[in-house]
């Protein structure tokens, strides 16, 4: 899942909440795997809202989530005579367009010539494996989904960006598009979909099936089922996070993963992140 600009969501979202007001505020499942992963992690990005070191799997992750709400903006969905060679040829179109538009970060990552190669390549062949995935699917004869969708949860004080939701047809279904080099469905992408799932339940009040999608395989799609008490489970993680997060000192949050100090601009704090500009996160 990829979510950008949260903080724009912030103040209104603030004021509006009734339950959730006790709490200080917004957690997402990139936070909440955050503070799990290392609680200093979590300070630094989302209270002291310091920009993590770009990174060329940060950015080519934007770039193939772009791509593919473009496919969608682009109502490429809705093509279903035209030749698929050239529907292979537009799809890596979207791509090359973004991967264009991110030349000065990708220039400032210092990698060499035949390393940017293999990242624009290996992006291209996620985009066919989107393409591929999308036909197999039925994708043309299906209504439009929503792509890029933030929910909230007022009573938790929860939001998520979905990467696509179909909820025109039964059972309502919603996907997360993943870049990693890996098919393991890790705890933190289990929870992250389980998140996922409690904001749909209480948006929608229906069980949605939840995907993720890994573009860099074929047939890279799986279905992840978790039971209600894993849900539940969940809803008293929040809370609990929601209680340890509340103090803004740093000693409050240690560092565990070693990793803090290499990974954050600290010495940069510039002045974007004190303005409250979200910083851009994936998952
Ligand atoms: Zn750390």
Redesign the pocket.
């Known amino acids: 899942m990829i979510k950008l600009e949260k903080t724009k969501y912030e103040s209104k979202e603030k004021k509006d909440s009734k339950d959730g007001k006790k709490w200080k505020r917004w957690l997402s499942p990139t936070a909440i795997n955050s503070y799990l992963?290392?609680?200093?992690?979590f300070y630094l990005s989302k209270i002291k809202k310091i920009k993590q070191k770009p990174s060329i799997h940060l950015i080519r992750g934007i770039a193939v989530h772009k791509a593919v709400e473009k496919f969608y903006a682009n109502k490429m969905n809705q093509y279903p005579d035209m030749d698929y060679s050239e529907l292979r040829h537009l799809v890596i179109g979207l791509f090359k367009t973004e991967w264009e538009d991110k030349t000065d970060s990708l220039d400032s990552l210092e990698l060499t010539v035949d390393e940017l190669d293999f990242y624009n390549w290996d992006s291209q062949m996620m985009m066919l494996n989107f393409l591929d995935d999308f036909v197999r699917n039925k994708g043309f004869s299906k209504p439009d989904p929503v792509i890029e969708k933030t929910l909230f949860s007022h009573k938790y004080l929860l939001l998520a960006r979905l990467d696509k939701i179909e909820k025109q047809l039964l059972p309502h279904y919603i996907e997360d598009f993943k870049t990693s080099k890996s098919m393991e469905i890790t705890e933190e992408i289990k929870r992250q979909m389980g998140i996922c799932s409690l904001l749909y339940q209480e948006v929608y009040k229906r069980k949605p099936i939840l995907g993720v999608n890994f573009l860099k395989f074929k047939n890279g799609r799986k279905i992840i089922d978790l039971s209600d008490d894993y849900i539940e489970g969940l809803k008293h993680l929040v809370l609990e996070i929601h209680a340890k997060t509340q103090s803004e000192h740093i000693k409050d949050y240690p560092?565990?993963?070693?990793?803090?100090h290499k990974?954050f601009d600290i010495m940069k704090d510039s002045k974007d992140t004190k303005k409250g500009k979200g910083t851009n996160a994936i998952s």
């Open positions: 992963r290392c609680p200093r992690h560092c565990k993963c070693r990793w803090c990974n």
